[in-house]
């Protein structure tokens, strides 16, 4: 009976993580339109979460779409389909690889310094602060941060994309010697701009609620101590990760099941 009433406890203190989470994240996104009152503290964000992501996320484009086009050039001419090598290399980019490793570099990245940020300002008793002086830490810190991830994960995901067929490009005409015309007339012959480019997009927005909501959650939820600061971060790449697979398993499986 010790067993299994330590197993029920256990259940439900999990449940009621969920339960917490699940109103944090309904409370976060009631105070969202506050963000858009203060325009200047979401710019600020978009700087701070965005524009200091994009050396990564454009290395890391460039990179795989050098060996993307490789691999890719390789499996192909063994089936006398190397002039394809444009339409795949696209499709790959555009419909899963940019929107998913761009979540994930953004988890690694942003979402780590949100979590320590919050768990800091915790700590600091900052947050404490705020609701002594009756402002509400949700709409004054967290909404903005929340917008800036919102906004910056879409247009890092297509940058990431873009950057990935030209280093495609490079590869595949300037290295191998794949014809050029061709390279790029199939891919607009082939690429569907709503089912496939819009698709990716919708995926990076999904990614990037995600990943700014567990960041923002586990820093505000954080104990504030030192530890407890590292521990949140670790938890945000390892939770963002996971939901980042799992969503994107349901999100291809509803967007791409029908021809």
Not at 72 to 78: D, E, F, K, N
Request: aromatic share 10%.
């Amino acid at each position: 009976m010790n067993g299994l009433a330590r197993l029920g406890a256990a259940a439900l203190a999990q449940l009621r993580g969920w339960g917490h989470a699940a109103r944090f994240f309904v409370e976060l996104f009631q105070a969202l339109p506050a963000a858009f009152g203060r325009p200047l503290l979401a710019v600020e964000q978009v700087h701070a979460i965005g524009n200091r992501s994009l050396v990564i996320i454009l290395a890391s484009g460039m990179a795989v779409g050098f060996v993307l086009a490789l691999q890719m050039y390789y499996a192909l001419v063994r089936y006398g389909a190397a002039e394809s090598l444009g339409l795949v290399v696209n499709l790959s980019l555009v419909r899963e690889l940019g929107p998913v490793v761009t979540a994930l570099l953004f988890a690694g990245r942003a979402g780590t310094s949100l979590t320590a940020e919050i768990g800091l300002m915790k700590a600091g008793e900052q947050l404490a602060a705020l609701e002594l002086m009756a402002v509400d830490p949700r709409q004054r810190v967290l909404a903005p941060r929340l917008l800036a991830g919102i906004f910056s994960m879409p247009i890092l995901a297509v940058l990431f994309s873009a950057i990935g067929i030209l280093g495609a490009w490079v590869v595949a005409v300037l290295l191998i010697g794949v014809d050029a015309g061709n390279f790029w007339s199939i891919q607009q012959d082939g690429v569907d701009v709503w089912r496939d480019v819009g698709n990716g997009i919708v995926k990076s927005f999904v990614f990037g609620v995600v990943c700014t909501v567990v960041a923002l959650y586990q820093g505000y939820e954080t104990k504030a101590t030192p530890e407890g600061v590292a521990y949140a971060t670790t938890r945000t790449v390892v939770i963002s990760s996971l939901w980042i697979l799992g969503m994107d398993f349901i999100l291809t499986a509803l967007m791409f099941s029908t021809p």
